[in-house]
């Protein structure tokens, strides 16, 4: 080979890498490294090309703003008047501006309206509420925002459900604030606000950072496959029982799943589980997570369902705080290798490198 040959070669190679980075860089295990390594990984759209998915390049390039405001100073002054604005088949970025106070809209996204941005100011941040149960919608359906479409994106914005506590005896008290129907979304300093079922992980690749979930049982639910990176999940867990996920993956050959980085597990109560098997092969893993006293010292629970011991796949790996004793833990426990945390440590585990931009900060 000749040199010239040569140095197109590793040129060639050394930008395959640089491409691949996003997916195969694992997040460092120094929280104070986290804000950096994102950086790095997660570039502008305008540094991108060739590395992310046509359409949503697309996308970007021809983005617009539109603004809600309660005041009527923006173009709408609903949130749904703002997205039946946007029309179906929409090939470029909406990004939805959304002033300060409480809405008190029931939302909905369909799928055939792709790249939507909601953005609200990080210093004045707007609250989605609605008190949808399931007994009037379903549980799937009582979400205050459902988002169906791909490549959905939140920052700063506070998605609440306001229906009251399940009691254990009112029936269809299940009460969703956020739907997350699409591929592709991002979340990004986002508080969901709930109790029972607060955030249905539905279906898709996700992406979560900086974020507050609080909830009571399954507050974390579904068939997402998603990474929760420096995300606060917080537990209401004064009585009855507790648990933060219910992964519904029910076969090996679903690419479904939840992977918890440097998040904090906070809250009141001490009984709760970091997950049930309510389907057969939940996957659901926390790596690098602080966990107060609120978390059971077994862990989790594969409820009552035995058979499912074997076929569960609950994993912990150097996480941290009184909860994250392994002494008690049940005997199906992955107490995971520095080999096998791999795959969960990196944006590959939702293909980020195709998709993941950095969260967006609109000039209004």
């Known amino acids: 080979m000749g040199v010239n040959a040569a140095l197109t070669m590793t040129l060639i190679l050394l930008i395959a890498t640089i491409a691949m980075a996003d997916d195969h860089t694992p997040v460092p295990a120094d929280q104070s490294q986290v804000n950096t390594w994102f950086n790095n990984n997660v570039k502008p759209y305008t540094a991108r090309q060739g590395t992310l998915d046509p359409a949503l390049a697309t996308a970007e390039a021809g983005q617009k703003v539109i603004k809600v405001m309660k005041d009527g100073s923006g173009q709408f002054k609903t949130i749904t008047d703002a997205v039946n604005s946007i029309p179906a088949g ?7 501006y959304i002033g300060g106070g409480e809405y008190n809209e029931k939302i909905t996204i369909p799928r055939n309206k792709p790249f939507v941005t909601f ?31 791909d ?141 107060t006293k609120v978390i059971n010292p077994a862990g989790w ?31 199906y426990t992955k107490h995971m290798t520095d080999e096998q945390i791999k795959p969960f440590l990196s944006f590959g585990y939702i293909q980020g490198s195709k998709w993941l931009l950095p969260p967006p900060n609109p000039k209004v």
């Open 90 to 96: 929409n090939t470029k970025r909406v990004i939805v």
């Open 301 to 331: 629970s594969d409820d009552n369902h035995p058979e499912r011991d074997s076929t569960v796949f609950y994993g912990e790996y150097k996480c941290s705080g009184p909860g994250s004793s392994a002494a008690g833990r049940v005997k």
């Open 151 to 291: 490549y959905f994106v939140a920052a700063n914005v506070i998605i609440k459900n306001s229906s009251p506590r399940p009691d254990g005896k009112r029936v269809g008290a299940q009460a969703v604030a956020l739907r997350a129907s699409g591929n592709k979304s991002a979340f990004y300093n986002c508080r969901l606000i709930g109790f029972q079922d607060t955030l249905c992980d539905d279906r898709g690749n996700h992406f979560f950072k900086d974020c507050f979930i609080e909830g009571t049982v399954d507050f974390i639910w579904g068939s997402g496959k998603s990474l929760y990176l420096n995300t606060e999940l917080h537990v209401l867990g004064d009585n009855g029982l507790t648990v933060i996920t219910a992964q519904a993956r029910d076969s090996a050959s679903e690419d479904t799943g939840y992977s918890f980085v440097h998040c904090k597990i906070t809250g009141t109560g001490s009984g709760t589980y970091l997950g049930r098997a309510w389907r057969t092969k939940p996957m659901v893993v926390y790596a690098y997570t602080s966990m």
């Open 119 to 149: 953005y609200g100011s990080p210093t004045n941040m707007p609250t989605l509420t609605f008190a949808g149960t399931s007994q009037k919608y379903g549980t799937v359906n009582s979400a205050t925002l459902i988002a169906e479409s």
